[in-house]
C-alpha cells in the first residue's frame, strides 16, 4: 500500500534527523500513585522555568518540529501551562497534551479551546470505579477522569483514552472499548508495561502475567493488529532505523535534559540550560551513537520465531540491560504471545486465515480499522 502523508513525512525526517516529533515533560509531580508509573521514584533538579519552556519551544520550531506533546507527571500541575500552550499556539505547533484528566474543568476545557490543543490524552483504566482506583489509588479519581472527558467531548475537544493492561484490569478491556465506542472516542490499549525512566524495575509487577496475555491480545481491542500480522512478511533485518528515537522524535525531561526518546532516561545528550537544543540535536555523540543502530545489528532476533511479531524497543533494552541491542524477557514475552494469538484466531475462525490473505482484509488491517482502537503514528 502506499504511504500516508504523515508515514511519508516521517520517513523524510529520519532520512535527514528532523526531530518532528517533540516530547516535553513539563514536570515529574503527580497526585496519583499508579504503581505502573514508569517516572523515576526519585528526581532532583529544579524544573524548567516558563522562559526556558518557551525558548525550548522556540529553539525546537527552528528545527522543524510539527507536532508537540506536553506531558508529566500530571501537565496540569504547571501553574504556567497556559503560557505555554500560548507559546506552542503562536508557534504553530500541533500540540497534545497527556492527563489524567482530575484537574479538568470548564474554565480549562476553554483554555484548551483557546490555545487550539489539537488532542487530549487521558489515562483511563477501566469502567469499573473500584478497578480505576485500585489502580491510581486515590479515592473519587475515576468520577473526575469520568467527568473530565464529559467536559471535553461536549466541547469538541479530540479526546483519546489511554490504557495500560496491568493485572489488575486485564479482564476489563472489552467493556472499556465498548464504552470508547459508545463515545466515539478513539482509544489505545497497551499490555507492555515498562520499568521507569531510571530504570527501575518494581512497575514490571503489576504486568499481565505471561500465561494471560495471549488472550489479552485476542480481545477485540487488538483484532486489526492480528490481522495486520498475520499477513505481515517474516522480520527484515536491514539498514533501516528500529524507530524515529533521535532521527525524527526528542525528548526533553522537566530539568532540560535531552534523550532520543522519553524511555531512555539516563541516556542523556546534554541539557538545554548548558548547550543550546540545536547543538545538542546535531552533535550529540550519545544520539549519534543511537542514530548508527540499525535492524541488522540485532544479532540476537535474527534466528528467532516470534521475530515479526517483535516490538523491539531499544529504549527498554536501555532500560533493562543498559544497552541498546538487547532483546529483554518482556519483549520476548510479548512477541509470544502475539504469536500464539493470531495462531489461536487462525484456529477459532478459518475464515480470519482466509481474511488475512484477501487484500481487502489486508487493507483493513493495515489501516487500523474496526476495532475502536486507534494505532500510535509511527514517527
Known sequence: MPMTPLQAISQKARALNVPISAHIDTTYRCNFICEHCILPSQFGGTELSTVEVVKVLEDLAALGTLFLTLSGGEVFLRKDLDDILAAADRLRFCTKLYTHGNFIDEARVAMLLARHVSEVQI?????????HEKITRVPGSHAKSLHAIDLLVAAGVRVVLACPVTRYNFGSTKELTDFAKSRKIPIKISPQIQPTYSGELHTLSVATPSCELPNVYLEPWNESTLYALAKAPAAKFDDSANCGAARSTVYINPIGDVQGCALMGGLSAGNVRQRPLADIWRSSDVLK????????????????????YCSFCMANSWQVTKTLLSPTASMCEQSNAKRLAVEEHKRRLPIFAAMADDPVGRQRGENGEGDGTEPEPDL
Do not use: G, L, T, W
Open 289 to 308: 551513537q543511537i542514530r548508527e543502530i540499525a535492524r541488522k545489528d540485532r544479532e540476537d532476533c535474527k534466528r528467532c520465531e516470534n521475530a515479526k
Open 123 to 131: 489515562s483511563f483504566y477501566s469502567i469499573d470505579p473500584c478497578v
